[in-house]
């Protein structure tokens, strides 16, 4: 069965870099998501994107976070200067059309320092 | 908004007995609703979903899941546990024009011999 991929599982960054967590969303599938879900809190929604543009985001996606489909495979988050409150783990996930689940990868975990 | 209501944290079942997760929604018509199940350092599985007709929806794994509108309650339901259905569920619900789901905060079912 396809499945969402996402690299690293694991990021460990110094506060104030900047990371990007990798996704490959289903192959088919043409909208695409982040959420994040902070150690022992729910998921929260951040961003979704279709069409190549973002076609919502989530209070918690502010001017450091920013996403991108660069070529037709993968899907970015990328946070601009990170902070120790941006510890979390982060999934993506994707569905073919809306009114269908969406599927998700298995997170990366970040670890800001 | 919309919002999610998992009003247990912690469930402790013995193997072999029934279970019952609550959830109750907020939000003014028919939401999409959906349960998904994440083991530890694991992503989330999608268990079952509902859109429209039938109350009672058949998941994955033996799980059942009944929409009642007049409760605005979602809740899960397996006949007899397994030691492997210890893990942490999460109802989420869409709706309203948003793109993004909406999670519980998540029970956490633990397994007794």
């Known amino acids: 069965e396809p499945e969402v991929t996402q690299t690293p599982s694991h990021q460990v960054t110094q506060m104030g870099q900047e990371v990007i967590l990798r996704c490959v969303p289903i192959s088919n599938h043409l909208y695409f998501y982040w959420y994040r879900q902070i150690l022992g809190q729910k998921v929260e929604f951040l961003v979704s994107?279709?069409?190549?543009?973002?076609?919502?985001k989530s209070e918690i996606f502010d001017d450091q976070f920013s996403v991108e489909r660069p070529d037709g495979s993968n899907f970015t988050l990328k946070i601009r200067s990170t902070k120790l409150e941006d510890s979390a783990m982060y999934f993506c996930?994707?569905?073919?059309?809306?009114?269908?689940?969406?599927?998700f990868g298995d997170g990366t975990r970040l670890s800001i320092l | 908004a919309q919002s999610v209501t998992q009003p247990d944290i912690h469930i402790t079942v013995s193997e072999g007995a029934s279970l019952e997760l609550r959830c109750n929604y907020s939000?003014?018509?028919?939401?999409?609703l959906f349960w998904y199940v994440q083991s530890p350092g694991q992503g989330l599985q999608l268990l079952l979903k509902?859109?429209?007709?039938?109350?009672l929806v058949q998941g994955i794994k033996g799980f059942e899941a009944e929409f009642k509108r007049s409760q605005s309650s979602f809740n899960l339901r397996k006949p007899s546990v397994h030691w492997s259905d210890a893990a942490e569920y999460f109802c989420a619900v869409e709706g309203g024009g948003a793109d993004g789901l909406t999670f519980g905060k998540g029970t956490h079912l633990i397994i007794q011999p």
């Open positions: 994107f279709y069409n190549n543009e973002i076609s919502e």
């Open positions: 996930a994707s569905r073919m059309l809306q009114a269908r689940p969406q599927h």
């Open positions: 939000y003014g018509a028919t939401p999409y």
């Open positions: 509902y859109f429209s007709g039938d109350t």
